[in-house]
């Protein structure tokens, strides 16, 4: 069984800066497909960013290219989301998700099966 943790989010003011992590374990593949989510109240769930720990292909939604950064660890079971220039509108739950799809079905709009808790990021004006 595939298991999916977050940490790292919290309170910040307009213009900082969170740094998320995810710690996935329980699966042997060498690589997978991974990726961040977030949902803000009344609003569906949206993607933020993905990437395939094999390779150097990322994605990100419109909204926070730029200001976002997802990277893998060396040990490509942790993953994290640099979060700079942070805004109100960025407030949201935010889920990391990990899928053993191969790289050419990895992007936003895959079905990730495996999901964390959240953890909260809250950025005030």
């Known amino acids: 069984q595939v298991h999916v943790v977050e940490s790292g989010g919290g309170s910040v003011q307009a213009g900082g800066s969170l740094t998320l992590s995810c710690a996935a374990s329980g699966y042997s593949h060498h690589n997978y497909c991974m990726g961040w989510f977030r949902q803000a109240p009344g609003k569906e769930r949206e993607g933020v960013a993905a990437?395939?720990?094999?390779?150097?292909?990322?994605y990100y939604a419109d909204s926070v290219k730029g200001r976002f950064t997802i990277a893998r660890g060396n040990d490509k079971n942790t993953l994290y989301l640099q979060m700079n220039s942070l805004k109100p509108e960025d407030t949201a739950m935010y889920y990391c998700a990990a899928d053993l799809s191969s790289w050419e079905y990895c992007n936003l709009r895959l079905g990730f099966t495996y999901w964390g808790q959240g953890t909260q990021v809250t950025v005030s004006s």
């Open positions: 990437l395939y720990t094999g390779g150097d292909i990322t």
